[in-house]
């Protein structure tokens, strides 16, 4: 399989594939992936490394995968804390309270949640996407990590500063010390809107993340990322320390589950971050 961006790196830990920031590279204090297709052993359409539980897949096949996934990367299954998103604007903090004996990963999972942050060393945060980009977080110095989904409503909802605004609240960040990456998602390429939709993003006051079709002026293409990384800016934090993927979920079919090119069939990826 072919594949080439300037601003993610595709590695492989055995069969299973996995994308990363090149960015964030040189932070040894974290580790984080954007899974791919590639590497379990669900079928069909959630072929192969589904990661959800509520696409209708195989149980025990998603199960497996978690496994597969986890052993590959060196996450500790029973440690890794994952969203129940309603594209929304919720952000969790896992704290120490979250934790037990009995935690497990069918059970630390948390409703009506879009991100989660924490600064505890080996805690898995988790969110799941099948075109909505990711948003990764941390905070180099106080060495807190967040990630968050970040649909259209998420995004026009303000999903991103919502994130930022929880490194502030809870763990005093500076926003000059806190590095994110936006993205993979689909790309501007392919995310085409109806006219309706856009008033939503008008009312940000941003500049130049759409386009008007050249078949079909009724038609705006958006740039999701653009719109985030652009909320994030006018939130105070640093243009230098944002990254944004060029890898276009829906360009990347064969990579990547991506909900408009298979018209709703198919299983997530998802986004992990962990602070070491």
């Not at 309270?97 to 990963?105: H, V």
């Not at 989660?116 to 905070?139: E, R, S």
């Not at 590095?179 to 390429?189: A, F, R, S, T, V």
Request: with cysteine; charged share 25%; aromatic share 12%.
């Amino acid at each position: 399989m072919e594949f080439y961006s300037n601003t993610m790196n595709l590695n492989f830990a055995g069969d299973v594939g996995y994308l990363t920031f090149k960015e964030f590279e040189k932070y040894k204090f974290i580790k984080h992936a954007f899974s791919t297709k590639l590497g379990g052993v669900s079928k069909n359409e959630f072929s192969t490394m589904n990661l959800s539980f509520t696409r209708g897949d195989n149980e025990e096949d998603v199960v497996k995968n978690y496994e597969i996934f986890s052993s590959a990367l060196n996450f500790d299954i029973n440690k890794i804390f994952r969203t129940s998103q309603v594209h929304g604007t919720n952000i969790k903090m896992i704290t120490e309270n979250d934790i037990s004996e009995n935690s497990c990963l069918k059970t630390n999972v948390f409703e009506k949640t879009d991100g989660l942050i924490t600064n505890l060393q080996g805690i898995v945060l988790q969110t799941f996407h099948a075109d909505c980009p990711a948003i990764f977080m941390f905070d180099k110095v106080k060495k807190v990590v967040g990630v968050a989904h970040a649909g259209w409503r998420g995004t026009v909802a303000k999903v991103s500063e919502n994130l930022l605004s929880a490194f502030l609240e809870n763990y005093n960040s500076d926003k000059n010390d806190i590095i994110c990456g936006l993205g993979p998602g689909i790309g501007k390429c392919c995310y085409e809107v109806s006219e309706d939709i856009l008033p939503y993003f008008e009312n940000l006051n941003l500049e130049n993340y759409f386009s008007y079709s050249q078949k079909n002026d009724e038609k705006a293409f958006v740039d999701l990322l653009e719109v985030n990384r652009q909320v994030l800016i006018n939130a105070g934090l640093n243009k230098n320390n944002i990254f944004k993927s060029d890898v276009c979920t829906m360009c990347n079919k064969d990579l990547l589950f991506s909900h408009r090119a298979t018209y709703g069939k198919r299983g997530n990826n998802s986004a992990f971050i962990k602070l070491l």
